[in-house]
């Protein structure tokens, strides 16, 4: 079966330095997702990413996230100067489409956990 | 915006029992998707089963069901037989039609006992 990879699964960094968390989405899915879920919390939306460029983002995301897809297969998400509040679990998913229309079903990802110091 | 609402935040169950898990929810829109995700010790998220909002009829994976009840925006889990592998976090989850992002709810931590 069909799977999204993410590399690194854990990854510890100091705070203020830049992290890059690695998705390989499913071949034929066009939608891409990041998701975060801090420990003991809710799993929170962060950022679409479709045709090349981001389609919805939440308020969370904001200038030090970016996301990129550099050679047609990764999938990446770049936290450029890390806070000790972006420890989480971040996930990376996939879809052949968006919204409740036809088989949009997110294949998840089994996360990269990040910690900041 | 929509909301989604687990109001169990622990549950225990004997193994091979039956156990319901609820969720609600809140939305305007009339075409939508509910998820039920499961998250086991290893944080990963896997798909236990949805439901299509137009859809009358309740979804059925195996052990686990659905109690989808449109009007009263109320999607409950309910696992049969339960295992001991289904000891997991559960989060319901709901997707419009027209956005890109599913919205979580705040799990329900679930526990099988021997």
């Known amino acids: 079966e069909p799977e999204v990879t993410q590399t690194p699964s854990h990854q510890v960094t100091q705070m203020g330095q830049e992290v890059i968390l690695r998705c390989v989405p499913i071949s034929n899915h066009l939608y891409f997702y990041w998701y975060r879920q801090i420990l003991g919390q809710k799993v929170e939306f962060l950022v679409s990413?479709?045709?090349?460029?981001?389609?919805?983002k939440s308020e969370i995301f904001d200038d030090q996230f970016s996301v990129e897809r550099p050679d047609g297969s990764n999938f990446t998400l770049k936290i450029r100067s890390t806070k000790l509040e972006d420890s989480a679990m971040y996930f990376c998913?996939?879809?052949?489409?968006?919204?409740?229309?036809?088989?949009?079903?997110?294949?998840f990802g089994a996360g990269s956990r990040l910690t900041v110091l | 915006a929509q909301t989604v609402t687990q109001s169990q935040p622990e549950m225990s169950v004997q193994e091979a029992e039956t156990v319901t898990l609820s969720c609600t929810y809140d939305?305007?829109?009339?075409?939508?998707?509910l998820f039920w995700y499961k998250q086991p010790p290893s944080r990963q998220m896997i798909l236990v089963i949805r439901?299509?909002?137009?859809?009358?009829q309740n979804a059925t994976e195996n052990r686990f069901s659905v109690n989808f009840q449109k009007a009263a925006k109320s999607f409950s889990l309910k696992i049969s037989d339960s295992q001991l592998g289904d000891t997991a976090m559960y989060f319901c989850?709901?997707?419009?039609?027209?956005?890109?992002?599913?919205?979580f709810g705040g799990g329900t931590r679930l526990m099988v006992k021997p």
């Open positions: 989850a709901f997707i419009g039609n027209a956005g890109n992002m599913l919205t």
């Open positions: 439901q299509e909002a137009y859809k009358q």
């Open positions: 998913a996939s879809s052949t489409r968006t919204g409740a229309s036809g088989a949009n079903v997110l294949t």
């Open positions: 939305t305007s829109e009339s075409n939508y998707y």
């Open positions: 990413f479709y045709n090349n460029e981001i389609s919805e």
